[in-house]
């Protein structure tokens, strides 16, 4: 059985409001990204004592932390340099959490994918190497603004890679997002189901002229009842995060692809729980 849970930063920067609120819907666990207005690499050891103190009084777990590592362009050393400190510092927090699931992504999306993928493929050797060496899993989302833009790059990705410490986020939403997506179940998750260690949760839908946007969960084209009773059908027993994107007033691309701090928050904890209780519906629907 899966356990349910949220990223804390869709709720509200105030980690200790945000949990409150998970705990309130009967949530097991929180994905870390950005609180207190500091993405997780910048978390402090004062930081990181605090939160501990929070979750333990709630009796809820991290499930993941929801690093940006390798959201960077392919070919800018300097900043792959950078992004490797991230990996660690968030490899850090995780430990220090008691989480065994770091995020990560595949660079911003690249002119010519073929031309570039063998090029990915290596800028992974030492990643994989730094999160072997601290028994941590890497998690990599399809992300339409990356170069893993579908469920079928991340198997493809996987394949390649063929590493234990190197597995897949699942997010439907962003095979809407993605131009070249397939329908998310059943299709392009029967794609990352072997490899996938965590889920995202948010919904969307291609309006009239075709724009991707976020709506509140069960309310887009994604079949979540579908979904939700093939993982509970399944020996799944990861975490399904609630990312929920929505807002009354739409995110923007630039807030959507660099998600966290206080605009981003901003009216998050009214959206999450219109979200939360169209998930709860669901739940119950497909559970009796």
Same mark, same amino acid.
């Given at each position: 059985?899966f ?8 709720i509200s ?14 949530l097991?666990?929180a994905?870390?990204?950005?609180v207190?207005n500091?993405?997780?690499?910048d978390?402090?050891d004062?930081?990181?004592k605090?939160m501990?103190?929070i979750?333990? +009084? $709630?009796?809820?777990? !991290? ?5 940006? #590592?390798?959201k960077c &362009?392919l070919?800018?050393? /300097? ?9 660690r ?7 220090a ?5 770091v995020?990560g ?5 690249v ?7 063998g090029?990915?493929?290596e800028a992974?050797?030492?990643p994989?190497?730094i999160v072997?060496?601290a028994?941590?899993?890497?998690a990599?989302?399809?992300e339409a ?13 996987l ?8 597995k897949a986020i ?10 070249d997506?397939?329908r998310?179940?059943? +299709? $392009?998750?029967?794609? !990352?189901?072997?490899w996938m260690?965590? #889920?995202?949760?948010? &919904?969307?839908?291609?309006? /009239? ?15 979540y009842p ?6 509970l059908?399944s020996?799944y027993?990861?975490a ?5 994107h ?8 630039e ?12 009216s998050g904890?009214?959206?999450?729980r ?9 739940m119950?629907?497909i559970?009796?």
């Amino acid at each position: 059985m899966f356990r349910l849970g949220a990223m804390t930063d869709e709720i509200s920067q105030d980690f200790e409001h945000a949990v409150a609120v998970c705990k309130e819907y009967g949530l097991q666990t929180a994905e870390i990204r950005s609180v207190w207005n500091k993405p997780p690499q910048d978390l402090t050891d004062t930081d990181i004592k605090a939160m501990k103190a929070i979750l333990e +009084e $709630a009796g809820m777990t !991290v499930s993941c932390i929801a690093s940006p #590592f390798y959201k960077c &362009d392919l070919d800018d050393a /300097e900043a792959r340099g950078q992004h490797l400190e991230i990996l660690r510092r968030c490899i850090a927090l995780a430990q220090a959490m008691g989480a065994t699931l770091v995020r990560g992504f595949a660079f911003w999306k690249v002119p010519d994918l073929d031309a570039a993928w063998g090029q990915i493929i290596e800028a992974f050797g030492e990643p994989i190497q730094i999160v072997s060496e601290a028994g941590i899993i890497l998690a990599i989302e399809n992300e339409a603004s990356t170069s893993m833009a579908t469920a079928a790059l991340v198997e493809r990705f996987l394949r390649e890679t063929d590493h234990p410490n190197i597995k897949a986020i699942w997010d439907p939403a962003n095979e809407v997002f993605a131009d070249d997506g397939e329908r998310p179940y059943p +299709e $392009a998750f029967e794609r !990352v189901k072997p490899w996938m260690v965590h #889920f995202h949760l948010k &919904d969307a839908l291609r309006d /009239e002229e075709g724009k991707p946007r976020c709506v509140p969960i069960g309310e887009g084209s994604i079949d979540y009842p579908g979904q939700l009773a093939a993982l509970l059908a399944s020996d799944y027993d990861g975490a399904v995060s609630l990312e929920t994107h929505w807002r009354p007033v739409e995110l923007s691309e630039e807030q959507l692809a660099r998600p966290g701090g206080s605009a981003f928050s901003e009216s998050g904890e009214y959206a999450s729980r219109v979200c939360l209780d169209n998930l709860l519906r669901i739940m119950r629907r497909i559970t009796g």
